[in-house]
C-alpha cells in the first residue's frame, strides 16, 4: 500500500468516526433527506443559505464509513461557498469517484481527493456521493427523500 492510499484512509477513517459538521440547524431553511438502499446509508442535511451563499451546512443520520466521511468532508469544503460553486465542486467530485481518467482540479478538490480509490469500487461510489446528490437536489428545491435508486 502506497503512503498516499494509507494517509487517504487515515482521512476517511478519522471523518468517519468523528464526523465534522455532525448536528442538525433548527430550522434549517433547506432540509432534505438521502438514501442509499444499496448500503443502508441514510443521512439528513441541511442548509442555511445567506443570499447565494451557504452559511452554515451540516448533517445527520448514519451509514458506511465512506458515506460518512464524504458526507463530513464536503459540508467541511461548502461551508462559505456560493450556490454555483458548490454545484461546480460536486461536479468536480463527481468526476473524481466515477471517471476512469478524471480531469479534476486537485487544488478545488483540496481533501476531497482521499475519495479517487472509491472508483475502483462501484459500489461505494454510491456511498461517497449520496450527500453530495442530497445537497444537489436540495439546492435544485427537491423536498422528498433522494435515493441513489431511481
Ligand atoms: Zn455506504
Redesign the pocket.
Known amino acids: 500500500m502506497s503512503d498516499l492510499t494509507e494517509l487517504y484512509q487515515d482521512l476517511i477513517r478519522d471523518h468517519s468516526k468523528k464526523p465534522r459538521n455532525y448536528r442538525e440547524i433548527e430550522d434549517a431553511k433547506l432540509q432534505l433527506e438521502g438514501y442509499?438502499p444499496l448500503?443502508?446509508?441514510r443521512f439528513t442535511l441541511y442548509l442555511e443559505l445567506e443570499g447565494d451563499t451557504i452559511k452554515d451546512i451540516s448533517f445527520k443520520g448514519s451509514?458506511?464509513a465512506?458515506?460518512t466521511a464524504s458526507a463530513s468532508l464536503m459540508t467541511q469544503s461548502l461551508k462559505g461557498k456560493s450556490r454555483a460553486e458548490a454545484e461546480h465542486l460536486f461536479k468536480e467530485f463527481h468526476e473524481l469517484v466515477t471517471a476512469e481518467h478524471p480531469d479534476t482540479d486537485e487544488e478545488e478538490l483540496g481533501k476531497l481527493v482521499v475519495f479517487s480509490g472509491v472508483r475502483k469500487f462501484p459500489l461505494?461510489v454510491?456511498?461517497a456521493t449520496?450527500a453530495w446528490h442530497t445537497l444537489d437536489a436540495a439546492l435544485h428545491g427537491a423536498d422528498k427523500t433522494v435515493s441513489t435508486e431511481e
Open positions: 442509499n448500503c443502508g446509508d451509514g458506511c465512506i458515506s461505494r454510491k456511498c449520496l
